[in-house]
């Protein structure tokens, strides 16, 4: 009798199937002598839409709403029921004794599995294989320690919850919103509060006023003091009289050393990545969107073998793990990494601060795997990811950074300046990005800009007497809190439990495609829409503590704590208030994106809508559906004045070429030039030509051969 493995894609199923032994490859799946290895194309079922309950459903109508089915439904999705009726035949086999799921080892991957054998009705037993990494070593070791399938139903349940949970909110609130102000509005249970985290960012900058202060500087002649009121220790001034005062007071004059104190500070090592904290890096350092990072992820994760599992939310490792440390950092030993290791390599690893198995849940932090690394077969965005979980890896067996940091208080005058010095003792961890790194990796770095920076101390003593060289007094205003970036973004929706490390990315993405957001620079803004959709949505859904609050429930039932049935029955109830919320209102919209451009079939003025081909102009009216390209298209033909490329149009006479600056229009007819005009010259010549002398010239041989036509 042989094993059913189902996974979750083509090329994982083809990686198991080797290791496995599964040589024979057939249209859906591989063999061998004890194992059948087939593999689903991500999700091959999901839950049925509410036209497949009843056929009114088809039409949006706000009287229909909301849509809450008794029980729901799955359904296979057309473009992928191929396989999914490939691995239906195949489990109808009598020599298949029980299945082993070997999706991806989170919640979606259980999903994933477990709604294939809900519609093919398996029967027989099944069990889970649980593994953190795709090498042979790890596929082997899985198979050796396949769980029972059951221990995973708890999972199971968490993950129908939360598509259910999305399926109910996210569909009758999108629905109801389109139907009642006709515009594609979409809200979501964890979307439409992030949104709503961003524009009240956004409204804390719009209120905000900026208010002028300022510092004072004395130049001590080897180092520099800032002046600071006594008590309080701020430095901002906000009455330029005083600050010109205290200038004018200390400048030239001799001060006392009151206070010199030297602590020895101490920086530990940074934790390992969890995918919310490499996504956050790799945003800062190199512009990556978290999409990009999760995407660039899965293929060192999948293709290359090279790291662990990404979906993880730990920043930690288990004790079962400290074994395969050293191999992990040997595997690593390579090329710009090999002198970083080598020390590491020459004694016992410390892991005391990173291995605890009571902040592991499902899967350890990202680290390395032992697969033998290869740079040359990265690519650029590949190698910059892997080159950050690398130096981090090998930073977790640095010793701590230790430097001293001086702090001298001097008065001038009675007024209290203060000097702050650091001196490295010894670089530990922070070795590994670069000694000049200093201020790297030490987490939110948010020294206030009015400081002087990271300066050295001369040898001083208390009581000493210091000359005040130059005495300045630097006008600054105050900032509005910054804009949100992506990094930024997945710190506020970790802090507000939004969504999960694996589906945070795709929440920004949607954000941006259903043009509520937009991306300025690095930052993430509000559309009009954006502001509106807000406005429109209930308040019960755009609140973050909402949504956090089932998120927490979600991860209860994960682990056994909470109970499926009520969570659900809430999710039902708070739908209906919210819904009836949407029909109840008086606010109105106004599309932000109108123009002034009318519908040809129906004569509505059309919007302007973003899409993957460019600007699109799109007739609101969704019984119409009318739609255009915003944006004229652009030919090879240049402008004679300015020599850019004209835009092509087409009118009653035909088609034809603008330049809209230099208003110079030509028809398209036209054979005075371009490339059609010299194939029809050659064309010509060929046929009137009476091949004359290689003397002759083009210009001869055109004239007679124009000449013969005409005479024709």
Request: with cysteine; net charge positive.
């Given at each position: 009798m042989k094993t059913l493995v189902l996974a979750e894609k083509p090329s994982v199923a083809k990686e198991i199937a080797r290791v496995l032994g599964a040589r024979q490859k057939h249209k859906s799946h591989y063999e061998g002598a004890d194992y059948v290895v087939t593999w689903a194309l991500g999700h091959l079922v999901?839950?049925?839409?509410?036209?497949?309950?009843?056929?009114?459903?088809?039409?949006?109508?706000?009287?229909?709403?909301?849509?809450?089915?008794?029980?729901?439904?799955?359904?296979?999705?057309?473009?992928?029921?191929?396989?999914?009726?490939a691995i239906e035949r195949l489990s109808r086999r009598n020599?298949?004794?029980?299945?082993?799921?070997?999706?991806?080892?989170?919640?979606?991957?259980?999903?994933?599995?477990?709604?294939?054998?809900?519609?093919?009705?398996?029967?027989?037993?099944?069990?889970?294989?649980?593994?953190?990494?795709?090498?042979?070593?790890?596929?082997?070791?899985?198979?050796?320690?396949?769980?029972?399938g059951s221990q995973y139903n708890r999972l199971y349940q968490s993950a129908v919850c939360r598509s259910e949970a999305d399926w109910l909110i996210g569909l009758n609130i999108t629905r109801a919103l389109t139907s009642k102000y006709n515009a594609q509005l979409a809200a979501g249970r964890v979307q439409t509060p992030t949104l709503a985290t961003i524009i009240q960012r956004e409204n804390e900058i719009r209120k905000f006023q900026p208010v002028e202060y300022w510092t004072v500087q004395a130049d001590f002649g080897s180092f520099q003091g800032i002046w600071r009121k006594p008590g309080s220790g701020e430095p901002r001034i906000f009455d330029r009289s005083q600050a010109e005062a205290i200038r004018n007071k200390v400048q030239g004059r001799t001060g006392q050393i009151i206070q010199i104190k030297k602590t020895e500070k101490t920086i530990p090592q940074p934790l390992a990545y969890d995918l919310t904290e490499l996504q956050r890096d790799a945003n800062k350092r190199y512009g990556f969107s978290a999409k990009q990072t999760s995407s660039v992820l899965q293929r060192l994760y999948e293709?290359?073998?090279l790291v662990t599992y990404p979906r993880t939310?730990?920043?930690?490792?288990?004790?079962?793990?400290?074994?395969?440390?050293?191999?992990?950092?040997?595997?690593?030993?390579?090329?710009?990494?090999?002198?970083?290791?080598?020390?590491?390599?020459?004694?016992?690893?410390?892991?005391?601060?990173?291995?605890?198995?009571?902040?592991?849940?499902?899967?350890?932090?990202?680290?390395?795997?032992?697969?033998?690394?290869?740079?040359?077969?990265?690519?650029?965005?590949?190698?910059?990811?892997?080159?950050?979980?690398?130096?981090?890896?090998?930073?977790?067996?640095?010793?701590?950074c230790r430097y001293d940091q001086t702090t001298v208080q001097i008065e001038v005058e009675k007024e209290t300046f203060w000097a702050t010095g650091k001196q490295m003792k010894e670089t530990g961890w922070k070795e590994v990005y670069g000694a000049s790194d200093f201020n790297e990796e030490?987490?939110?770095?948010?020294?206030?800009?009015?400081?002087?920076?990271?300066?050295?101390?001369?040898?001083?003593?208390?009581?000493?007497?210091?000359?005040?060289?130059?005495?300045?007094?630097?006008?600054?205003?105050?900032?509005?809190?910054?804009?949100?970036?992506?990094?930024?973004?997945?710190?506020?929706?970790?802090?507000?439990?939004?969504?999960?490390?694996?589906?945070?990315?795709?929440?920004?993405?949607?954000?941006?495609?259903?043009?509520?957001?937009?991306?300025?620079?690095?930052?993430?803004?509000?559309t009009g829409k954006g502001w509106q959709l807000i406005e429109l949505a209930s308040e019960e859904l755009r609140s973050p503590e909402l949504t956090a609050q089932w998120e927490i429930e979600l991860e209860r039932i994960a682990k056994g704590q909470g109970q499926m049935e009520r969570f659900l029955e809430n999710i039902r109830k708070q739908t209906i208030r919210m819904v009836s919320e949407v029909k109840q209102s008086t606010i109105e919209y106004r599309p932000h994106n109108l123009t002034h451009k009318k519908c040809p079939e129906?004569?509505?003025?059309?919007?302007?809508?973003?899409?993957?081909?460019?600007?699109?102009?799109?007739?609101?009216?969704?019984?119409?559906?009318?739609?255009?390209?915003?944006?004229?298209?652009?030919?090879?033909?240049?402008?004679?004045?300015?020599?850019?490329?004209?835009?092509?149009?087409?009118?009653?006479?035909?088609?034809?070429?603008?330049?809209?600056?230099c208003n110079i229009v030509e028809s398209l007819s036209d054979s005075g030039g371009g490339k059609a005009a010299a194939r029809m010259n050659r064309k010509l010549i060929q046929q009137y030509s009476d091949n004359e002398g290689l003397s002759n010239s083009l210009g001869d041989a055109l004239k007679a051969a124009l000449q013969k036509q005409s005479e024709k």
């Open positions: 999901t839950l049925a839409e509410p036209e497949d309950y009843d056929s009114k459903f088809s039409t949006w109508k706000l009287e229909d709403l909301p849509i809450i089915p008794s029980k729901m439904k799955l359904k296979v999705i057309r473009e992928t029921s191929h396989q999914f009726k020599d298949l004794k029980e299945l082993v799921i070997a999706t991806d080892a989170g919640r979606e991957g259980e999903l994933v599995a477990r709604w294939i054998m809900e519609l093919i009705r398996w029967k027989k037993p099944f069990k889970r294989l649980w593994i953190s990494s795709q090498t042979d070593r790890a596929i082997k070791e899985g198979f050796a320690q396949l769980k029972p293709q290359h073998k939310d730990s920043r930690y490792l288990t004790a079962d793990m400290v074994s395969t440390l050293k191999g992990r950092v040997q595997s690593v030993a390579v090329g710009p990494y090999a002198p970083l290791a080598r020390p590491l390599l020459q004694k016992p690893l410390v892991t005391k601060r990173i291995v605890d198995d009571s902040k592991v849940s499902d899967h350890h932090a990202i680290i390395p795997t032992e697969q033998p690394l290869q740079l040359n077969l990265l690519s650029n965005e590949e190698r910059k990811l892997y080159d950050l979980i690398v130096r981090r890896f090998l930073a977790l067996f640095y010793p701590p030490d987490g939110d770095n948010d020294a206030s800009s009015d400081e002087p920076s990271s300066q050295l101390l001369p040898e001083l003593k208390p009581q000493g007497k210091l000359t005040v060289k130059r005495c300045q007094e630097t006008g600054r205003f105050t900032k509005p809190p910054a804009r949100y970036t992506e990094a930024t973004l997945l710190t506020q929706m970790e802090k507000h439990n939004l969504g999960t490390p694996a589906t945070r990315a795709d929440i920004i993405e949607k954000l941006l495609n259903t043009d509520t957001i937009e991306r300025q620079g690095n930052s993430l803004v509000p129906c004569g509505q003025n059309m919007e302007e809508r973003k899409t993957k081909r460019g600007k699109m102009l799109v007739c609101p009216n969704r019984e119409c559906g009318f739609r255009r390209a915003a944006e004229p298209k652009l030919v090879n033909k240049r402008c004679p004045q300015c020599h850019k490329k004209m835009e092509i149009h087409e009118g009653k006479a035909g088609k034809y070429v603008q330049c809209r600056p």
